[in-house]
T-cell receptor, first 110, second 113 residues
Framework: EAAVTQSPRNKVAVTGGKVTLSCNQT?????MYWYRQDTGHGLRLIHY???????EKGDIPDGYKASRPSQENFSLILELATPSQTSVYFC?????????FGSGTRLLVI | GDSVTQTEGPVTLSEGTSLTVNCSYE??????LFWYVQYPGEGPQLLFK?????EKGSNRGFEATYNKEATSFHLQKASVQESDSAVYYC????????????FGLGTTLQVQP
């Protein structure tokens, strides 16, 4: 069954540390997306990709980098994590804006 | 920029009553409109989409009509069940290369037995 798998499911990080969130999809979709979900803000787009080797800035890219080494994998990187990046992060793959979301990564930065 | 505004929650209903979640949008393009649903501990999942103005989408008893003139896409269900308790997101989709979605803030629905 086609799916989007995120890891880790939960993460506690120290302020100033590096965090990598991973996403793997078996849908063979070209487009992949990273969103964060916060109360009062809904889902906001951080980075997205059109395919292997491509990354594009979304609406709130500051403090985040992305990497798409292959069709299947799309990572979100926080080089210097801050408490304001405490959130739930969702990865999605999609075609024609029909997204399949992963189950999310809950990140706490202390 | 593009934006989506929807009913503020939480919305609490009794089983068997009707639901309306209002959604309005702003954009200069001609978007596809979506409703997504999110259950606790899961990612959002597509409820249905409508790509064309004046058409209706539906799934699991939920429905919404794409009203381009009023820039609205209200979600309705005639009779809710406890299993409908979830967060509902209205979204507009870019028809360009990005195919990105702009989401509303979400509306939490709690249905009491």
């Amino acid at each position: 069954e086609a799916a989007v798998t995120q890891s880790p499911r939960n993460k506690v990080a120290v302020t100033g540390g590096k965090v990598t969130l991973s996403c793997n999809q078996t849908n063979n979709h070209n487009n992949m997306y990273w969103y964060r979900q916060d109360t009062g803000h809904g889902l906001r787009l951080i980075h997205y990709s059109y395919g292997a080797g491509s990354t594009e800035k979304g609406d709130i890219p500051d403090g985040y980098k992305a990497s798409r080494p292959s069709q299947e994998n799309f990572s979100l990187i926080l080089e210097l994590a801050t408490p304001s990046q405490t959130s739930v992060y969702f990865c999605a793959s999609g075609v024609n804006s029909d997204y399949t979301f992963g189950s999310g990564t809950r990140l706490l930065v202390i | 920029g593009d934006s989506v505004t929807q009913t503020e929650g939480p919305v609490t209903l009794s089983e068997g009553t009707s639901l309306t979640v209002n959604c309005s949008y702003e954009t200069k393009q001609y978007p596809t409109l979506f409703w997504y649903v999110q259950y606790p501990g899961e990612g959002p999942q597509l409820l249905f989409k409508v790509p064309k103005a004046n058409e209706k989408g539906s799934n699991r008893g939920f429905e919404a009509t794409y009203n381009k003139e009023a820039t609205s896409f209200h979600l309705q269900k005639a009779s809710v069940q406890e299993s409908d308790s979830a967060v509902y997101y209205c979204a507009l989709g870019d028809r360009g290369n990005t195919r990105k979605l702009i989401f509303g803030l979400g509306t939490t629905l709690q249905v009491q037995p």
